[in-house]
């Protein structure tokens, strides 16, 4: 598996939750854009921003995206 990791640094605003989203691969950055998300509201579906953790996230071949 080809695993990358991604860090989101995020300001928790009344209305919104703007952050950075920074993408590594091994130590290497390879992506750096501006996020913007649903304020925290206490993880309310589909009205919460997503709940600050640690996630996998993998790196596959789209048959229409390429590589994602």
């Known amino acids: 598996m080809n695993f990358i990791r991604v860090i989101i ?19 290497r950055a390879i992506a750096n854009v501006k996020t913007l998300e649903l304020p925290w509201l206490n993880n309310i579906r589909r009205e919460s921003c997503i709940p600050p953790g640690t996630y996998d996230c993998e790196r596959f071949d789209h048959p229409r995206m390429g590589q994602c």
Do not use: K, M, N
Not at 9 to 27: C, K, M, N, W
């Open 9 to 27: 640094a995020r300001r928790y605003e009344i209305h919104q939750t703007p952050g950075s989203l920074y993408v590594f691969d091994h130590d």
